[in-house]
């Protein structure tokens, strides 16, 4: 489950190179990008049926926070 | 000896080339694998394909298949098999299509359908997937789409085609913008009229008194597949490097009046 999250979020943020851990940042990442947001929002919404609000996303900050979000 | 200067170059660089079967497309993998390139070629027509990989340099490098474009989870797998096999993509010319020429009243939803589905998804998917993570080379590349004069000047019974390449003009913008962040450079080229099996039983090609009216529009008289493949060469290369998002018109002058 965490590992298939981990995945999914590599390929929507586009991340080749290094590994994903629950307390990183992810817009730090150097791969962040505006597109990669919208990536993001549309895993969540396929994968997980979850959809999040802008205002929402906002304040998740790390990586552990996106994944608390689809334990909802 | 120092290697010559040629900042045409495509060694070390795997191509993928659709629509390679016939025409154009076919004359750009014989001009691509001249310059050194490794080939990915797709189409529908295995006979046809087949005959391009005898055409080719170095004919057992390269690697081919026979796929209609439209089975979009096949085209996922034979793409992944040959980045396996090849090494990442470096280039993508997107040359595949179909042509008409067909007067609005005849036209049928259908139509369109067809149209869009072989001319703009099938491009559009094939550029998805050879930038899917893990395909496209790290370093970044060039990928092409095949517009057409007919995608931004007007043509009796053209409307239908005509959309579909203004589709791909447009397509290309965008992509440039997006993809850019990663060094792949999109850019669209605009072939006036060369006589190839998409076009040769069509009345401006068959009908010899069209014939003539159309070679007239062109300036330079009709083209041949090398003129466009020499343009995709360039497209390709290193010596673009700084050419994004253009549409590079090769037409004999056909549009310049
Ligand atoms: N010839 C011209 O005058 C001209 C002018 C402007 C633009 N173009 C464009 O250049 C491109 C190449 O044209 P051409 O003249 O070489 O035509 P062509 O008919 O000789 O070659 C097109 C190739 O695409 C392949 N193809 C078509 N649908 C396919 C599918 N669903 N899956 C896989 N392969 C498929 C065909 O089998 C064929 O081998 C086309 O996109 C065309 O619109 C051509």
């Not at chain 2, 149209?115 to 998917?125: E, K, L, P, R, W």
């Not at chain 2, 466009?228 to 590079?248: H, P, Q």
Request: net charge negative.
């Amino acid at each position: 489950m965490e590992q298939k999250f981990f995945d999914l979020l590599k390929e929507a943020i586009e991340i080749e190179d290094h590994d994903v851990n629950m307390e990183d940042q992810f817009r730090e990442y150097p791969e962040w990008s505006s597109l990669a947001y919208l990536s993001i929002i549309a895993m969540l919404d396929e994968e997980y049926d979850v959809q999040i609000e802008e205002a929402e996303f906002k304040k998740l900050r790390t990586v552990g926070d996106l994944y608390n979000a689809i334990q909802k | 000896m120092e290697k010559q200067f040629n900042p045409f170059s495509l060694n070390d660089k795997n191509i993928v080339i659709s629509g390679a079967a016939s025409g154009i497309g076919r004359q750009c993998a014989i001009t691509c694998s001249k310059m050194g390139a490794k080939l990915i070629l797709l189409d529908l027509n295995e006979a046809g394909l087949k005959e391009t990989l005898q055409l080719v340099e170095n004919g057992s490098e390269h690697f081919s298949a026979v796929i209609n474009l439209t089975d979009y989870n096949k085209v996922e797998e034979i793409i992944s098999f040959a980045v396996e096999k090849m090494g990442r993509i470096s280039g993508l010319l997107n040359c595949a299509g179909i042509s008409t020429t067909l007067p609005l009243k005849n036209a049928k939803p259908e139509t369109l359908d067809k149209f869009f589905q072989i001319n703009v998804y099938t491009a559009y998917f094939l550029t998805q997937t050879v930038c899917k993570m893990g395909n496209f080379s790290k370093e970044g590349g060039s990928i092409v789409f095949f517009s057409s004069a007919a995608g931004q000047y007007g043509e009796s019974g053209k409307s239908i085609y005509g959309m579909t390449k203004g589709a791909l003009y447009s397509c290309a913008k965008s992509l440039a913008c997006e993809l850019s962040r990663k060094n792949i450079r999109v850019n669209s080229i605009s072939p006036g009229v060369i006589v190839t099996p998409i076009n040769q039983n069509l009345p401006h090609i068959a009908d010899p008194e069209l014939r003539k009216q159309t070679e007239a529009l062109h300036l330079l008289g009709l083209g041949n597949p090398e003129d466009i493949a020499n343009a995709c060469v360039y497209l390709l290369s290193d010596a673009s490097r700084w050419v994004t998002g253009s549409n590079l018109v090769v037409d004999g002058g056909y549009t310049t009046r």
